[in-house]
């Protein structure tokens, strides 16, 4: 090419130098080592956001019950399911799914009954069949399908639980016997006002996914007859805390046991009666000390049997 004076143009042009395969290599190995680095932290950092949602959830439904007590002259609602009106009236959350008797589940077509924001805190939360994500942790893994089940009222689709020792009813349930409650006098409670130290006292709990079935609590039993030391009389019959947000334990076997408590130094949340909510060892939940109404004079040597 030339020029308006007849001189020829010379362009020069640019050679592009391609990468060779093994800096390929480095830089997708650069990468990856990143990732390694990073994904951890990313995934600490989201759990931990859940778990304050979670915490947040639990001292809201802390903070409505303590609502409930206020408006029923102190009051605590039940904890035993039920079906019939009678019966709802006082549970502390209508939570057995439509059909009933049908074993319904979420993830085959169950749903939450019309009436859920009616009956014990439902009125506090606004509960509705359509808005009930204060009652599941964001972590809870299978509440669409769950791998227990109460007899036919269908999945608990929630994921906390009240305390059976703090309610209208679970007393007549101590120990697994419907007359052990009267040997245990100080241990239960009605009222709210009968409860001692009331922001060391679980009111409810998050429960590990492969015990919870229905809304009835079960962090600690005592032996059938006082004098026996504060032994659970079998901790595979308990409702365990669910240990989810603790990325030290979370991914750890936890057998059910009779004889000992697994994971007890796992963390997890818990509600107290004051309204506030902590993220507690396992130990501490399931502990007559933050369980029961009136530790009084009773002794708890030989407690624990801790794993």
């Known amino acids: 090419m030339k020029d308006s004076s ?48 979670c915490m947040s959830n639990i001292r809201q439904i802390a903070s409505a ?11 605590l609602p039940g904890v035993i399911a039920g079906a019939a009106a009678s019966r709802n009236q006082i549970e502390w959350v209508q939570w057995e799914m439509t059909p009933y008797f049908g074993n319904p589940k979420l993830s085959t077509g169950g749903a939450i009954f019309k009436d859920i924001g009616i009956y014990g805190i439902g009125p506090y939360l606004n509960l509705k069949p359509t808005n009930v994500s204060v009652m599941r942790c964001p972590s809870d893994p299978n509440f669409e399908n769950r791998l227990k089940q109460y007899n036919a009222a269908g999945d608990f689709s929630f994921s906390y639980e009240m305390n059976y ?21 100080n241990i239960y409670a009605r009222k709210i006002t009968e409860i001692r130290d009331s922001s060391q006292k679980i009111l409810l709990f998050e429960e590990d996914e492969r015990t919870v079935d229905d809304g009835y609590g079960r962090l600690f039993d005592p032996p059938l007859t006082p004098g026996s030391g504060y032994i659970a009389s079998n901790y595979s019959n308990l409702n365990r805390l669910a240990l989810r947000h603790d990325s030290v334990v979370s991914h750890k076997p936890d057998p059910a046991s009779s004889t000992e408590l697994p994971n007890s130094s796992g963390k997890g949340v818990v509600g107290f009666c004051d309204g506030h909510s902590e993220f507690v060892p396992r130990r501490y939940a399931h502990s007559p000390e933050h369980t029961f109404a009136d530790i009084g004079g009773y002794k708890s040597s030989n407690a624990f049997n801790y794993k």
Not at 165 to 185: I, M, Q, R
């Open 6 to 53: 007849g001189q020829s143009i010379h362009f020069k042009t640019r050679s592009h130098r391609a990468f060779t395969l093994v800096e390929l290599l480095v830089v997708i190995g650069i990468i990856a080592l990143l990732i390694s680095i990073l994904l951890p932290s990313l995934n600490k950092a989201r759990e931990s956001a859940r778990r304050i949602k």
């Open 65 to 75: 019950l303590v609502s409930y007590t206020s408006a029923n002259k102190g009051g």
């Open 165 to 185: 020792l703090f309610s209208a009813d679970g007393y007549k349930y101590v120990a697994n016997s419907s007359t052990a409650y009267l040997s245990w006098p």
